[in-house]
Nanobody, 113 residues
């Protein structure tokens, strides 16, 4: 059974930074594509970033140059480093395995002065 647990959300001012962490339990992590999504109130989840088992990354346009997805296969963990955060980045952030096969519980990120 796979479980994903996010942490690291919080409240920061515009221009600030946060790092989200997602710990994966269960087999098959190192070769698995992992993703971050976010969800605005009343909206569907939208894709934010992907990292493959080989380390190839991809980002939605609105976060390119500001967010960095990374992974540690020994710790079975992925990260989302978020810089220059803006109010429009306020959302609940979810990690996912294989584009929605499994989901974490979500982490609230709020950008406000």
């Amino acid at each position: 059974q796979v479980h994903l647990v996010e942490s690291g959300g919080g409240l920061v001012q515009p221009g600030g930074s946060l790092k989200l962490t997602c710990v994966h339990s269960g087999s098959g992590f190192s070769a698995t594509t992992m993703n971050w999504y976010r969800q605005y109130p009343g909206k569907d989840r939208v894709w934010v970033a992907t990292i493959t088992g080989e380390g190839t990354t991809d980002y939605t346009v609105s976060v390119k140059g500001r967010f960095t997805i990374s992974r540690d296969n020994v710790k079975k963990t992925i990260y989302l480093h978020m810089n220059n955060l803006q109010p429009e980045d306020t959302a609940v952030y979810y990690c996912s395995r294989n584009f929605g096969s499994y989901w974490g519980q979500g982490a609230q990120v709020t950008i406000s002065s």
